[in-house]
């Protein structure tokens, strides 16, 4: 059993009914506690204060074949990269669609703001959809039209607050205003349970596409959490708009705001119930944190399936000079191929040499594992 103990009330509950435990500053844990959560895989996430994660602790293994990470590498650098790396803005601008949609027909005093936004998403969405070619030339174009995306959303978002809240902007860390601190706290939530259903379907939260690879950085996760980041929004609004926070629930700092102890016991039950809510999904029954974690299965499935395309057929696709390569997948280490690129001329030095070192980290991986 675990044994919670809060201001001199203490509560025990059973590790079966747990799915995750947040930790933020103030907090004391003891290692019999830790060591029940790991074998009952109860992810322990600790955070700062202004939400973000800033550690965790896991069990040992990661529960999964390593082809699916090893996949993932190759995919990034394919030709099918752009596409696949598109689909999580795809999806963000058509949760944000329907969202307004929805809206349009209750929030009757915007509509007019609502259905300018809504064009403006569409007309995004229609010129992401015709871009082609390589990810790395492509890049930039999806970080500019994402980012007019995110500039209308928000405009229109902060107007749909209550108005001692309204914001014309985002802002980050630190937040300038209440509504910014509040959205910044539920994304950070957000990118721990993102990170952890990544880890768990078996995929590295560091092999990034539309999100480049840095160090330390989970590129994966800032790729994949664009899906879910209305889930945070629509929470957050819906708090304002039930006036259950106010701003005795923030903490004023030298350059901005952030959501104080007492305003973190108010939004985090509240974020939570809206998680676990259940919900209609592909002819089941299920909450959004388990959609999220079939979603993340589904992908890696889709990855472990995926086939690296050679020769013509790799030149067609990426419209670029003759490249000819070759790929040897002859050597097997335990249960673990170990992939080695060998070519007959050399082409495109940098990054095939960049992507070499990639895949010898990953072989590396891989070989201790099985140690």
Known sequence: MLEIAVEGEKRRISPRKVN?????????????????????????????????????????????????????????????????????????????????????????????????????????????????????????????????????????????????????????????????????????VLYGLVEKSVILAGLDPYIGFIHTDNYNKISFVFDVIEAYRIWVDDAALSLFGKRLINKEHFRKLSNGVSLNDEGKKVFLPHLFEYLDTVQRYKGREITRRDQLQLEMHALAQRILKWEWKIGDEWNDECNIAQMQQEEDFSKIVSDNAAIKFRYEKEQTGEQMRKAEERVIDIEEEDENESQ
Not at 87 to 101: A, G, R, V
Not at 130 to 148: N, P
Request: aromatic share 8%; net charge positive.
């Open 20 to 188: 995750s435990i947040l930790l933020s500053s103030g907090v004391h844990l003891s290692s019999d506690a830790v060591e029940i959560c790991l074998q009952h895989n109860i992810d322990l996430l600790f955070l700062d204060r202004f939400g973000n994660p800033v550690g965790r602790f896991w069990h040992a293994r990661l529960g999964s074949t390593s082809r699916i990470r090893r996949n993932q590498l190759r995919l990034s650098m394919s030709i099918d990269g752009l596409q696949f790396g598109m689909q999580w803005i795809d999806i963000k601008l058509k949760h944000q669609l329907d969202f307004l949609e929805k809206l349009a027909r209750r929030r009757t005093v915007l509509y007019q703001q609502i259905k300018e936004t809504k064009t403006a998403l569409n007309k995004i969405q229609e010129d992401l959809s015709r871009l082609r070619g390589k990810l790395d030339e492509q890049r930039q174009t999806i970080m500019g039209l994402e980012g007019s995306a995110g500039r209308r959303w928000w405009q229109l978002y902060g107007q749909l607050l209550p108005q001692t809240y309204q914001f014309s902007e985002r802002s980050r860390q630190p937040a300038k205003d209440e509504a910014n601190a509040l959205i910044n706290y539920g994304y950070g």
